[in-house]
């Protein structure tokens, strides 16, 4: 009997261990789960980014152009910044501007921006975000240029970039003063047309000019001449069918207007006049 205690006392301290060591191995799997429940929770706070890829030239200063490689400037700041707010990642896509439109259209890219003018006749093919910057245009010539306004274009040469509302100003131009019109794909080019002697006059858009004439300094061979034309506003192209990309643009861009953030950005690439 004595014995049979001594074996029921045992096995009492047996097994008072053995649910301590559950006990513990328990708690270590609470901790655990909570642990990543915690960690599941926080990743399930935030949706998981939607990767989206946008089209962009990469010599169009101070909207896109490169420092080191690297893609940057103003619409390029903005669009990152918007889809921040819009839990979006960016996969930047190089172009010539006048693929853009095409890509859009074959659902190559998801979005794209570069200085796009919203106009009905691109409204036809694809959507638009929200305007984000209002533009302009000017005739550009060399300082020593006789040039000092579209009275003065008779019989010149204007060079304009392909597939731009320059290009569509150039030609109206061209019919009223008898001019002709050279169609190039970039803006280094153009200048250089100018600067050669090959061309009179290169329309752009005015922020773009203003801010190269400002950054060459004293050594700009340019000058805008001529009142500034009235241009589109520009937004951010999306294709066809993609509503849902368009409302999340939108609301990104209001949320960076309404922090201040867009003013930011902005005062990084133009002055106040």
């Not at 040469?157 to 050279?182: F, H, R, W």
């Amino acid at each position: 009997m004595n014995k049979q205690k001594k074996v029921t006392f045992v096995n009492k301290i047996i097994m008072t261990a053995l649910i301590g060591v559950i006990a513990l191995a328990l708690a270590g799997c609470g901790t655990g789960t909570d642990s990543e429940g915690s960690e599941d929770d926080s990743n399930a706070s935030g949706e998981t980014k939607e990767e989206i890829t946008v089209a962009s030239v990469q010599d169009y200063p101070p909207f896109e152009f490169k420092v080191d490689e690297e893609l940057t400037g103003f619409d390029v700041e903005l669009v990152e910044a918007v889809a921040e707010k819009a839990n979006l990642t960016v996969n930047w896509k190089n172009m010539k501007f006048d693929g853009i439109i095409p890509a859009l259209q074959a659902n190559q890219v998801d979005a794209a921006v570069s200085a796009i003018g919203i106009r009905e006749d691109r409204l036809e093919v694809v959507n638009f975000s929200d305007p984000y910057f209002e533009s302009g245009l000017s005739l550009i010539t060399l300082k020593d240029s006789a040039i000092e306004g579209e009275e003065d274009l008779e019989g010149k040469t204007i060079v304009a970039k392909q597939g731009t509302s320059s290009l569509k100003l150039a030609n109206e131009l061209a019919e009223e003063y008898n001019a002709e019109v050279t169609k190039l794909q970039d803006d280094a080019t153009m200048y250089m047309e100018l600067e050669n002697g090959n061309a009179d006059v290169v329309i752009n858009d005015y922020p773009s000019v203003a801010y190269k004439i400002n950054q060459d300094g004293e050594d700009s061979q340019l000058q805008l001449v001529g009142d500034k034309y009235p241009s589109e506003d520009y937004g951010i192209a999306i294709s066809k069918g993609s509503e849902g990309l368009v409302e999340k643009m939108n609301t990104g861009l209001q949320e960076l207007k309404d922090s201040g953030e867009f003013d930011e950005i902005y005062s990084k690439y133009f002055s106040e006049e």
